[in-house]
């Protein structure tokens, strides 16, 4: 795969899940959950989260659902993770 984009990184990211469940994972586990496009990998979301939010990923759990793709993404610690979800509207 090339250099991924900002354009690429947009269509595979689509939108924070903000739940109460998933809002508990950014302090317990420093985590944050998206909706990612279905074909999306891994390594793919964890390049197109970097891109846009300019923060380093640890690592990605992804689980089909009624909502689409959902990439649960950890980062390296909590204030991270508090920080970008403040970033983004979710806190």
């Known amino acids: 795969m090339s250099e ?3 354009d690429t990184a947009a269509r ?3 939108k924070p ?3 109460e469940r998933n809002f508990e994972l950014v302090d317990t586990e420093a985590k944050i959950c998206f909706i990612v496009k279905r074909t999306a990998n891994k390594r793919e979301i ?3 989260i970097d891109i846009l ?3 380093k990923v ?3 759990n992804t689980a089909r659902t009624v909502y689409g793709k ?7 610690n909590v204030q ?3 920080d970008l979800a403040t970033d983004i509207g979710m806190i």
């Open 4 to 6: 991924m984009n900002a």
């Open 12 to 14: 595979i990211i689509i």
């Open 17 to 19: 899940h903000v739940t």
């Open 46 to 48: 964890a390049q197109a």
């Open 53 to 55: 939010y300019k923060k």
């Open 58 to 60: 640890i690592g990605v």
């Open 70 to 76: 959902k990439a649960f993404v950890q980062f390296e």
């Open 80 to 82: 991270k993770a508090r």
